[in-house]
C-alpha cells in the first residue's frame, strides 16, 4: 500500500472553499489490538463505523500473537514449516518485509524472542501479574532459540498454495497438487525461520488503519479517521472543516505539545514512555528492543513522531528514529513524504524540515515542564 504526502504548507482558505455542505459524523471507541481505538466517519452510510469495528477485530483476530488461534501464532508455532495462512497475515507479512528493507533492519519482526525475553510474553493488560502464565496455545520464550532472534527478513517466505495444503485444522486435502497464485478462500502460504518467532508490534496498528480506511473511503465515505493506540490514518474531509487536527501528545503533559493539521496520510508515535511494566527482578522494563543490543532500548529520545503518506510508513519510521537516537533520528526520513519530531531525554524537541508546516501554532523548543521520564509510570 502507497500514499503520498504533500509537505507543503496546507492552503486552508482552498480547502474550505471546496469543503462543501456538512455530512453526517459517525464515531465510535472501543478496545482493540491492546489499545485504545476511535473511528471517525464523515458521510457514508452510519453503519460504516460499525463495519470498521468488525474489520478492525478481523485483523486483530489474524495478526495478534496473544490470541491462541489466530494465523500468526499458527506461523510463529511451526517454525520452519510452510503454514497455510489467511490473506490478511500476508499482506502484513509483505509490509514487514518492505518495511525491514526500508530501516536497514531498525524495524524487524523477528524480534520475537528478545521481546518475550524482555517480559513482554502476555498482553500489556496482565503485565502487572508477574506471575501469570502466557494463555494456553502461545510458545513460551524459551521455545525460540536467541540466534534466532532479529535475524532479518530475508528467510521470511510467501508463495502460493497447491491445492494439497491445507491449514493444520483444516479439511483433508484434494489429490490434484496445481499451484494456484493464490487460494481460492485468499489464503497464502508462508514459513519462518526454524527457531524463530515474528512479532508485528511496530506496524500491525499503522497498517490495520490504512486497510481499514481504505475500505471506509471505497466504501463511500467523505472522510474518515482510524486511531489505534496513537498511530493512525486519515483521508478526505473531517467533521471540523478543512484538515483533520491531530494532537500530539506527550506522556508527562497534562497539555499537547501542538496540534498537526493533516489533510490526508498517517501519523505515528513510538516512546519509551508508555508499555512499560516491572520484571520479575523487579527492574522496569519496555517494549521497544534495540537490535543492536536485543534489550530494551536505552538511548537519549524518549518520544518520536512521523508524519508520512501511510500510516504503517509512519510507523515503523518513528520506532526506527527513536532507536538510532537524536544524531541518526532523522537519517530514514524522506524529505519529499515524511516529516518527523522527536523529544530527547533534557525534554528538547527537534524536527526534521518540513515538520512545523503541518503545525497550528508553534512547536515549543523544549517540553514547557520539567521531565520526568525517570518515574515509573504504566501509563
Not at 148 to 165: K, Q, Y
Request: hydrophobic share 40%.
Amino acid at each position: 500500500m502507497t500514499s503520498t504526502l504533500s509537505t507543503s504548507p496546507p492552503d486552508v482558505a482552498a480547502d474550505a472553499a471546496e469543503a462543501g455542505p456538512s455530512s453526517e459524523v459517525a464515531e465510535v471507541r472501543f478496545r482493540a489490538m491492546g489499545s485504545d481505538a476511535q473511528v471517525i466517519v464523515v458521510g457514508g452510510r452510519p453503519e460504516l463505523v460499525d463495519d470498521a469495528r468488525r474489520r478492525i477485530d478481523e485483523l486483530e483476530a489474524s495478526w495478534s500473537r496473544f490470541l491462541p488461534d489466530s494465523d500468526l501464532n499458527s506461523l510463529n508455532a511451526h517454525p520452519g514449516e510452510w503454514v497455510r495462512v489467511g490473506r490478511d497475515l500476508a499482506t502484513v507479512i509483505e509490509h514487514a518485509r518492505a518495511a525491514w528493507a526500508l530501516t536497514g533492519g531498525g524495524f524487524d519482526p523477528t524480534v520475537l524472542g528478545a521481546v518475550e525475553a524482555a517480559g513482554y510474553d502476555r498482553s500489556f493488560e496482565l503485565l502487572g501479574d508477574t506471575d501469570h502464565e502466557p494463555p494456553s496455545g502461545l510458545r513460551p520464550a524459551a521455545g525460540f532459540a536467541p540466534e534466532r532472534c532479529l535475524v532479518g527478513c530475508d528467510e521470511i517466505e510467501l508463495r502460493a498454495p497447491t491445492v494439497t495444503e491445507r491449514r493444520p485444522a483444516g479439511h483433508p486435502p484434494t489429490t490434484t497438487p496445481t499451484p494456484m497464485p493464490v487460494a481460492s478462500d485468499g489464503d497464502v502460504m508462508a514459513r519462518i525461520p526454524d527457531g524463530c518467532g515474528i512479532d508485528l508490534g511496530g506496524i500491525g496498528k499503522g497498517l490495520a488503519a490504512d486497510l481499514v480506511v481504505a475500505d471506509l473511503i471505497a466504501a463511500g465515505a467523505d472522510g474518515a479517521l482510524v486511531n489505534l493506540g496513537g498511530d493512525l490514518r486519515v483521508e478526505g474531509r473531517s467533521p471540523d472543516g478543512p484538515g483533520w487536527r491531530i494532537d500530539i501528545d506527550h506522556p508527562h503533559l497534562h497539555a499537547p505539545l501542538g496540534t498537526l493539521v493533516l489533510h490526508r496520510g498517517g501519523v505515528a508515535t513510538s516512546t519509551t514512555l508508555k508499555r512499560r511494566w516491572r520484571t520479575r527482578r523487579g527492574t522496569t522494563a519496555h517494549h521497544l528492543i534495540d537490535p543492536a543490543t536485543r534489550s530494551p532500548y536505552d538511548g537519549d529520545v524518549e518520544l518520536s513522531v512521523v508524519v508520512s503518506g501511510a500510516a504503517w510508513r509512519a510507523e515503523v519510521l518513528a520506532k526506527a528514529g527513536l532507536l538510532r537516537g537524536t544524531g541518526r533520528c532523522f537519517d530514514l526520513i524522506d524529505d519529499r513524504i515524511d516529516v518527523a519530531m522527536v523529544v530527547d531525554r533534557r525534554g528538547l524537541v527537534s524536527t526534521s524540515a518540513n515538520f512545523t508546516n503541518f503545525v497550528s501554532g508553534q512547536l515549543p523548543a523544549a517540553l514547557p515542564e520539567p521531565n520526568t521520564s525517570n518515574d515509573w509510570s504504566r501509563t
